[in-house]
């Protein structure tokens, strides 16, 4: 029986993969030697405590994420690595990061439940201006995250060592979604996803250089907005250019069908003068991108995936705001 690759299946049959960037609250990322389980918190070296505290956070719906990350080095080093990445209120470019340093990772479930109830902890270090991408390699839980996830983690890797870019720190990560864009990434503290990379289009993402036009193929969408709106900010990037990622923004959904068809959606942009435009868009649902398919490799059926296209794009305000210090 042939093995069949979700990933390879999502580009033979072209899927656009924007809109499926997943919207979350909160990151806790703790550092933990490969390899994982399936499920990655009931691997070898994960303690209990740390187990159990993600068990209770997940029944009691809190809005957190808890990913395992490592790197060539996790097995070595002779300290453990937590960082929190919590998202900004507002207008917003993203998340605001807090690293920890533990000498065990016995101590990092006292570390979390200490930042949960609001209080905080010794192991803090001061928080740098460093860009953390997270790749996911979590092979047992999809056969493509082995498949291409590996070997473009040592690709990203090098990448950076050539690039001479010392802020940048490339970790493998756990699943966080979307088994079918592999080689699939989040760059933090920005929350943009991406997936289908290649070494081009990952220069452009490192460098913010090159042809904008390759985040058609790439962007999975910017986790901080809700996924129905992420098409209109990739519509908006391809307008604005690499400029963009300088910008603010603050999104909502204005009004959508009962069938979920047509969707208004408000993106509104602070850019680095302070300025505010405010653009309206019509999210309409495209039968013709819209797909059937196996989200996973281990999938035992098929899901239908919704896209939507942007029309009737406008900027509905443009004013200008004194900025906030």
Not at 167 to 185: L, Q
Request: aromatic share 10%; glycine share 6%; net charge neutral.
């Amino acid at each position: 029986m042939n093995t069949l690759f979700c990933s390879d299946n999502s580009r033979q049959i072209g899927e656009d993969i924007i809109g499926s960037a997943t919207n979350n609250e909160t990151y806790i990322l703790v550092e933990c030697p490969t390899p994982w389980t399936s499920e990655a918190f009931n691997s070898k070296w994960v303690p209990e405590n740390l187990k159990l505290l993600v068990e209770k956070c997940k029944s009691a719906k809190i809005p957190v994420r808890f990913l395992l990350i490592a790197n060539n080095s996790s097995h070595k080093v002779d300290s453990t690595t937590v960082l929190i990445y919590q998202k900004k209120e507002g207008f917003s470019n993203g998340y605001h990061k807090q690293e920890f340093h533990l000498a065990h990772i016995e101590q990092a479930a006292g570390v979390v439940r200490k930042w949960l109830s609001g209080h905080s902890s010794n192991y803090e270090v001061k928080s740098s201006a460093t860009r953390d991408i997270l790749v996911c390699t979590h092979g047992s839980h999809d056969l493509c995250c082995a498949r291409y996830g590996n070997p473009f983690y040592c690709q990203a890797v090098a990448m950076c060592d050539n690039l001479c870019l010392d802020n940048v720190r490339i970790w493998k990560s756990s699943h966080f979604g979307g088994h079918r864009f592999a080689p699939t990434i989040i760059d933090l503290p920005e929350g943009r996803f991406y997936g289908a990379l290649d070494q081009d289009s990952f220069r452009s993402i490192l460098t913010r250089t090159g042809d904008i036009n390759c985040l058609n193929k790439v962007y999975r969408g910017w986790g901080i907005l809700p996924t129905s709106i992420q098409v209109l900010e990739r519509e908006l990037i391809l307008q604005y250019g690499w400029d963009w990622f300088d910008y603010k923004v603050a999104g909502r959904i204005i009004e959508q069908s009962s069938d979920n068809t047509t969707i208004l959606a408000e993106l509104t942009v602070e850019k680095p003068d302070c300025s505010l435009d405010t653009y309206q868009a019509k999210l309409v649902k495209n039968e013709s991108e819209s797909v059937v398919l196996r989200g996973s490799c281990n999938a035992k059926k098929e899901s239908l995936f919704v896209k939507y296209s942007v029309a009737n794009l406008s900027v509905f305000s443009e004013t200008v705001a004194a900025c906030i210090a």
